[in-house]
């Protein structure tokens, strides 16, 4: 199992959040809160999770093709939601899951 993680520090965490998992939900299986959200992705699993300061994303799949596309995935939208914060890539760290 791979695992990754990214943050994204922002006063609007919640936001994108739901945002996010409204979005996902038109094609994934995805619960959520104001604070939480679980994704299915197709080729791995994402944990989001918002407080007043930030938006942690936690990432795993089977392989790293599948990190990648979960990835990418979450990173696309949240960089198209988030246009006014001009962001440009997150900084995703890589770890293995225990």
Known sequence: MQESVAYLETASGRKYLVQLCKHFAHKIAVTYTESRGDCRFPRGEAILEADESGLSMAVSAADEEGLAQTQAIIE???????????????????AKAA
Do not use: N, T
């Open 76 to 94: 696309s939208h949240l960089l198209r939601f988030a246009f006014r914060e001009k962001l440009e890539a997150l900084d995703w760290r890589q």
